[in-house]
């Protein structure tokens, strides 16, 4: 029965944990989505919504908290404990970078974006491809499609690279560029950000699934 009844919860937390990624993957999306239409209504919206995922964040510490101190889990169970609660911190942050998308949005107000969006939707489109891949691997203990989430954070930081020189290069053209060009700068960064911690939770899902905790390559902070 006490078996039964550790593995019911199990499966509710990490259910948790998903929903949470998914509300986080939703306002990532929703963020840019704003910017690129100066829709500042949405924008609004997004930063009011980012109290529920820190809600929701310690809403799911404390579920980590009530199991192993209730349920004594050892092994395999209490790993995977650890792993979701790791998962949960990085998560909260990924709201934080979805929250200053959406706030950088509202400080530019009216004004329209210095260049046409589009390797910053691209951006948002592969680091939100990266969230869900990292999670699908957690949930299926797929070692090899979180792998794939380490590689694929290098296309995000190619698009990264990208945006900076663009932007650098209208800044030199123009200094009455620099500031328009420093909020597109800032929201590439959060993106940038944001595929850097599904990276980590990628680790995370292989250290569950091996039980081994080793660094792939960049590990966000």
Known sequence: MLRVDLDRQLNHLQEEVVLLANVVDKAT????????????VESQLVV??????????????????????TQQPMAGDLRAIIALLHITVELERMGDYAEGIAKISLLMGNDPPLKPLIDIPRMADKSTEMLRNSM????????A??????????????????????????????PHNIQRATYL?????????????????????????????????????
């Open 48 to 69: 009011d919504g980012d109290d529920y995922i820190d809600a929701k964040r310690y809403e799911i510490e404390d579920l980590c908290v009530d199991l192993i101190a």
């Open 29 to 40: 999306i929703r963020s840019v989505e704003a910017l690129k239409s100066r829709d500042l």
């Open 136 to 143: 699908d691997s957690l949930v299926e203990r797929d070692e």
């Open 185 to 221: 700068l800032w929201a590439a960064h959060d993106l940038e950000r944001i595929a850097d911690r599904a990276t980590n939770i990628a680790e995370r899902a292989i250290f569950l699934i091996t039980g081994r905790m080793k660094k792939e390559k960049y590990y966000a902070v």
């Open 145 to 174: 499609k979180a792998r794939k989430v380490l590689t694929d954070d290098d296309e995000v930081d190619a698009l990264y690279d990208q945006v900076y020189r663009e932007l650098l290069l209208y800044m030199i053209q123009d």
